[in-house]
């Protein structure tokens, strides 16, 4: 069983910033990639950065010069780090981890945490 837990979310006033973080606990053999979805009312989840365990980071045309995700893989924790936030960039934040339990390959995903950015 593996569990990935956020944290982070709120209210901020646009111009403002946020730090998420996410922790991934359970039985893990070893995390490929981590990263961050989000979803806002009546949209699809997106992808908002994703970070491998080498090091490589794809991010989100909308997010690029204003989110940063990092990770500690000795902790199996994963960041994002939000400024300048827009209106627009108000969802619930999913954290997402592509890794190895019990000799199978699994896609996990965390419960959401709320991020609510006012003008």
């Known amino acids: 069983q593996v569990q990935l837990v956020e944290s982070g979310g709120g209210l901020v006033q646009a111009g403002g910033f946020l730090r998420l973080s996410c922790v991934a606990s359970g039985s893990i053999f070893s995390i490929n990639v981590m990263g961050w979805y989000r979803q806002a009312p009546g949209k699809e989840r997106e992808l908002v950065a994703a970070i491998t365990s080498g090091g490589s980071i794809n991010y989100a045309d909308s997010v690029k010069g204003r989110f940063t995700i990092s990770r500690d893989n000795a902790k199996n924790t994963v960041y994002l780090q939000m400024n300048s936030l827009k209106p627009e960039d108000t969802a619930v934040y999913y954290c997402?981890?592509?890794?190895?339990?019990?000799?199978?390959?699994?896609?996990?995903w965390g419960q959401g945490t709320q991020v609510t950015v006012s003008s």
């Open positions: 997402n981890a592509d890794l190895w339990s019990g000799g199978n390959y699994y896609r996990n």
